[in-house]
């Protein structure tokens, strides 16, 4: 807790909050969902500047892009039908959460296909790539470290289904 220690005579109810300056862009703040997948004035940007590496992908820094000093960061990818994300590795974690459609999911030498809220924690030095087999949009989150390495792509074509 800090500076801010509960006195073994006050309850968590009694806490007061730091009095430390937050800079102005790290304001609480709602960001509204669209239907279209989209969210409030957060814009869509394409997944990465090297195009070889991936097809179709698309994403939203919903959290990380605004001054805020949380020490993760929150994006939205969206990967059209038969696209595919970069097949990566890096020394980062994150964690992935489907959210629309389904997908494919390479994390080191499997494959495993996700749905609806299925979560994937992908560890640190692993091989993986999500990929878009079918006929849908395939929309997940990703959780990654705020301070996070670059990943290292280790081939521009897609890992055949």
């Known amino acids: 807790m800090g500076k801010d220690k509960i006195k073994s005579n006050q309850s968590a109810c009694d806490w007061k909050p730091s009095t430390a300056k937050k800079s102005p862009e790290n304001k609480s703040r709602i ?14 940007e394409i997944y990465k500047k090297e195009k070889e590496s991936w097809s179709s ?3 939203n820094v919903l959290i990380g892009s605004s001054g805020e000093s949380a020490k993760f960061h929150l994006r939205y990818f969206e990967i059209s039908p038969n696209g595919y994300s970069s097949l990566e590795w890096h020394r980062h974690e994150h964690v992935v959460i489907c959210i629309r459609g389904q997908g494919k999911i390479l994390i080191g030498n499997k494959k495993y296909k996700i ?21 849908e949009p395939f929309g997940f989150f990703c959780i ?14 897609m890992a055949k289904d």
């Open 31 to 44: 960001i509204r969902f669209k239907k279209d997948f989209s969210w409030g004035s957060v814009k869509r």
């Open 57 to 59: 992908v698309t994403r």
């Open 115 to 135: 749905g609806y809220l299925d979560t994937i924690y992908i560890s640190p030095d692993i091989v993986h790539q999500l990929t878009n087999p079918y006929e």
């Open 144 to 157: 990654v470290n705020s301070k996070r390495d670059k990943p290292k792509v280790l081939s521009k074509k």
